[in-house]
């Protein structure tokens, strides 16, 4: 038996483009969604960062205005007859404008997707300097407390407890923004090893 002719190959007419075959790029739909994540945790991580830079700023600041505020009057102790007292006062200080420059690079960086300095440099700087600042205000801070307790079983107290009790203050807000600015040392250094490891800043 004779087998059937081959049917004819028909050519697309004109105006008619042949229909070239469809293919599909899930790679590159998963490199997309998970560049897309990775800006979205990006950017919570540099407001958490920015949120503890500011707590940071607020608590020294009102601890070094606690300090520099703490006087009775002539006859009544003031802050800066006590050693303890002027060193966590600078210490406060210090540490609230450390902190108001580090609130406004976290500014930089969340609006301009960028470091303020070149990237390297300010991972280094931001994570050294926590690292300085945090050991100096808790170094303050242990001095305080040990001058509050000293004060506490002397004479002082009772005389102006009001000055005690401000200088008690003055400590717990220079405690509270220690914490914060310890917390940012954290953050610093867990972005300096991501950055040393995969060379960005954030692990991807």
């Given amino acids: 038996m004779r087998s059937p002719p081959p049917l004819p190959h028909h050519s697309p007419r004109n105006g008619d483009a042949a229909t070239p075959p469809h293919h599909h790029h899930p790679h590159r739909h998963d490199r997309q969604y998970q560049s897309t994540v990775s800006v979205q945790k990006l950017r919570r991580f540099n407001w958490l960062i920015l949120v503890l830079r500011l707590a940071a700023f607020c608590f020294a600041l009102a601890s070094s205005i606690f300090s520099v505020t703490n006087s009775r009057g002539p006859s009544s102790p003031h802050w800066y007859d006590f050693e303890a007292l002027r060193y966590l006062f600078v210490a406060n200080a210090m540490v609230a404008l450390y902190?108001?420059?580090?609130?406004?690079?976290?500014?930089?960086?969340?609006?301009?997707?960028?470091?303020?300095?070149?990237?390297?440099?300010?991972?280094?700087?931001?994570?050294?300097?926590?690292?300085?600042?945090?050991?100096?205000?808790?170094?303050?801070?242990?001095?305080?407390?040990?001058?509050?307790?000293?004060?506490?079983?002397?004479?002082?107290?009772?005389?102006s407890s009001a000055f005690c009790i401000q200088s008690d203050i003055a400590i717990a807000l220079g405690f509270a923004g220690f914490l914060f600015l310890a917390f940012s040392s954290l953050l610093s250094g867990f972005r300096l090893v991501c950055f040393l490891i995969n060379g960005s800043r954030f692990p991807h």
């Fill in 99 to 159: 902190s108001l420059f580090e609130t406004g690079a976290s500014v930089w960086e969340i609006l301009k997707n960028a470091t303020l300095f070149p990237e390297t440099f300010q991972l280094w700087f931001d994570f050294s300097h926590d690292q300085v600042f945090a050991y100096v205000l808790i170094s303050a801070e242990s001095a305080g407390m040990a001058l509050a307790r000293t004060l506490k079983g002397s004479d002082t107290c009772t005389a």
